[in-house]
């Protein structure tokens, strides 16, 4: 992981831009996990990435790239900030950003807002995450009601991250977790379904 982050930092550096390593990616090498997801942000624009990285584009409206770098699947987003959620899935809005501290808003937990940037320090803005990662807590970001109504595929991560990282959270959180199990009835089946495969992997 180390030679593609390397990589890509350079290249980004190359063309005046930053790229961190975020969510799974920077949680699992903090915890010296076997890495399986490689999840960046970056302060480029989609059409200014795929100028200089040979991306598959299907999603770059929503400001993801996805591509390859030493034969492993990447992922890259532009730092973003979100807008109303309008299906329980998507927001109605997405507004490309260049702060790090307005992105971390939208993410689930604060052990999934940890930053990694060039030299391998980690930003943690919600100033919550390390201490969350130490402590194996799992925190929503904001209010854990909100971001279970924006998505309640949410409510099945987190049940998956507890089991998985042999983690703890509130009983608040347990009990709006079970007490929305409800909202899941709204989405895709193929994406509940997508989310308990997780569960093995």
């Known amino acids: 992981m180390v030679e593609i982050f390397d990589y890509l930092v350079q290249l980004f550096y190359e063309h005046g831009f930053n790229i961190y390593m975020v969510g799974g990616l920077s949680r699992d090498y903090l915890l010296n996990l076997t890495l399986k997801d490689y999840d960046f942000v970056s302060d480029a624009l989609p059409s ?54 307005i992105d971390y808003l939208r993410r689930d937990f604060t052990i999934n ?3 990694i940037d060039k030299n391998y320090n980690v930003i943690d803005p919600s ?30 991560r987190a049940y998956r991250f507890i089991k998985k990282y042999n983690l ?22 193929e994406k509940i379904k997508e989310e308990i495969r997780k569960e093995s992997l």
């Open 48 to 101: 200014e990435i795929t100028k200089f990285l040979d991306c598959d584009d299907c999603f770059i409206k929503y400001g993801v790239i996805k591509t390859k770098v030493l034969n492993k699947k990447i992922e890259i987003v532009t730092l973003r900030k979100e807008s109303d959620y309008i299906d329980h899935r998507h927001p109605s809005k997405i507004e490309f950003i260049k702060d790090i501290n």
């Open 127 to 156: 100033k919550l995450g390390i201490v969350d990662l130490k402590n194996r807590f799992l925190r929503f970001i904001g209010d854990p009601l909100t971001r279970i109504k924006e998505d309640p595929l949410r409510i099945l």
């Open 113 to 115: 807002a940890l930053y």
């Open 168 to 189: 703890t959270t509130s009983n608040e959180t347990l009990k709006l977790l079970k007490e929305n199990e409800y909202l899941l009835n709204e989405l895709n089946k």
